[in-house]
């Protein structure tokens, strides 16, 4: 790649990914983070000994951030959730939670008629072919394939498990069931030591490729020439202005959106961008009272309890670290912590008396933009280029065609180092052409 000097804006997994990829093919990059710490929301922070990401993270075996994390020569490890342990959660009690032909027989949670629809449905799950269902509603697609109320209810919920999203009106089938196939194609690996490990070993590969990672330096702007129709470089919010050819922004729609102040684009963008949230609650345990019960999935809610130290080293020995989560949406844009103890007490009842460290959050954006129906699924999101200003680029889990969460995220970082490979081409073509 000919060298050029980037500026990413933001230092969370997708703009350090973006800054190494493009450090090692030659450019000269720097990484401006606001704040104090790289990492944005794949930060994880120790407590009492337990390691506590924000919020449950799993990295998709079969997913583009962990193909992207391989070819960067980063090899995580850890361990895929054990699927004994496993249970269905309704009416705050525990049931067999279908994951196989077995289960799926001896499960109370569906009737017999659902349990031969639900199993020719997901026995045929990974040859559904999801391109002609970008502009369909996850809510109208489960409608449409399962006849019946419990049906919906187990299939919805793997969805939600795979995706994070609970707006099922507004989540493109393609893109839940793109998820759900990537989910069941290679499972997923928790993260030993948390996903502050992803972050620190591309920090190193960004440091070791030459790129400087600027903390505490907030871009209040992009510079921009000829009438705001081509980078000039960033302005920090200490007035400093750096040149850059190409400027790459990894924050939020609403943070691109302010960097580049009257561009109607971004702002409707920004605007119109519907987030996946949902309230999380981090526990420290000094022991599990129930050691066989590892996993609840809600099903007549959008409920989620885990203990992710039992596949990786999250907890000092002989305790536990447990994620419990309630996947938000629509009208539901927080959740009482109370309401998250009660998934604890279905699932390892006397918990209480355990807790050595905690951490609630009512609402935490999960993804920036879920990809919607109502623009064609996961090809509507933004594009990587943005189309009217030549040499800007945004990175994100709103971004891009492939993935969601984290392997949007990774796969629009890589996207965008194919974007600048190809513009560093054009100059050399338009001449050996002229
Ligand atoms: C509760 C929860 C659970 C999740 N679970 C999963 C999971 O299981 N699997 C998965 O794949 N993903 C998961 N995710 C999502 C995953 O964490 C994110 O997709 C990923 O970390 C996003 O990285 P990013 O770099 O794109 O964005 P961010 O991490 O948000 O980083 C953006 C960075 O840009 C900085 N920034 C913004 N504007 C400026 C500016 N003007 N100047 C300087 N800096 C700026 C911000 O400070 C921030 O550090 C989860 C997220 C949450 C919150």
């Known amino acids: 790649m000919q060298a050029k000097k980037v500026a990413v804006v933001g230092g969370g997994l997708g703009g350090l990914t973006a800054a190494a990829l493009l450090a090692r093919g030659g450019c000269e990059v720097t990484v401006y983070e606001r704040s ?5 929301r794949a930060r994880t922070t120790e407590v009492d000994g337990f390691r506590f990401n924000l919020g449950p993270h799993a990295l998709y075996r079969a997913g583009a951030a962990f193909r992207v994390l391989e070819r960067l020569g980063v090899r995580p490890t850890g361990g ?13 009690r525990l049931h ?8 799926l027989m001896t499960t109370d949670v569906l009737s017999v008629a659902s349990k031969l629809e639900v199993a020719k449905l997901l026995a045929g799950l990974a ?7 970008g502009a369909m509603s996850m809510r109208e697609w489960l409608e449409t394939r399962l006849t019946r109320k419990d049906g919906r209810a187990l299939v919805g919920a793997l969805i939600r498990v795979s995706s994070y999203c609970a707006d099922f009106e507004a989540l493109s089938a393609e893109a839940g069931l793109k998820q759900l196939q990537c989910a069941t194609a290679a499972n997923v690996l928790y993260v030993d030591g948390g996903w502050s490990t992803l972050v620190d070993a591309v920090e190193r590969l960004c440091r070791e490729a030459g790129a400087r990672l600027e903390l505490s330096a907030r871009v209040e702007a992009v ?43 971004l702002a409707r963008e920004a605007r119109e961008a519907v987030p996946i949230q949902a309230a999380t609650l981090e526990l420290g345990l000094s022991a599990l009272p129930r050691p066989d019960a590892l996993f609840a ?14 596949s990786a080293k999250l907890a000092p020995e002989g305790g536990a670290m447990v994620h419990v989560a309630k996947y938000l949406g629509g009208a539901d844009t927080e959740a009482s912590e109370a309401s998250l103890d009660a998934v604890m007490d279905a699932l390892q009842p006397g918990w209480r008396e355990k807790v050595v460290a905690r951490r609630f959050r009512p609402s935490l954006t999960v993804s920036a933009g879920l990809p919607r ?5 996961l090809s509507g999101r933004p594009s990587v280029e943005v189309p009217h200003v030549s040499g800007l680029y945004r990175v994100g889990d709103w971004v891009g065609a ?20 190809q513009r560093a081409k054009e100059p050399q073509r338009r001449t050996a052409g002229a």
């Open 127 to 133: 040859r559904i072919d999801t391109r002609p269902l």
């Open 96 to 103: 067999t939670l279908p994951r196989g032909a077995v289960t």
């Open 297 to 310: 999935l809600g099903l007549d809610g959008p409920w989620y309890a885990s203990v992710h130290s039992a």
């Open 223 to 265: 510079v921009l020439q000829e009438g705001g129709k081509r980078v000039e470089g960033v302005r920090l919010a200490d007035g400093t202005v750096h040149g850059a050819d190409a400027v790459v922004m990894a924050g939020s729609p609403a943070d691109v959106a302010a960097l580049v102040p009257g561009d109607a684009v």
């Open 80 to 92: 895929v959730p054990n699927q004994t342990g496993s249970h269905a959660l309704v009416a705050g």
């Open 36 to 40: 104090k710490h790289l990492g944005g």
């Open 402 to 421: 492939e993935g969601m969460l984290a392997d949007a995220s990774l796969a629009s970082a890589e996207a965008v180092e194919r974007a600048l490979a």
């Open 373 to 377: 129906a109502t623009n064609g699924g």
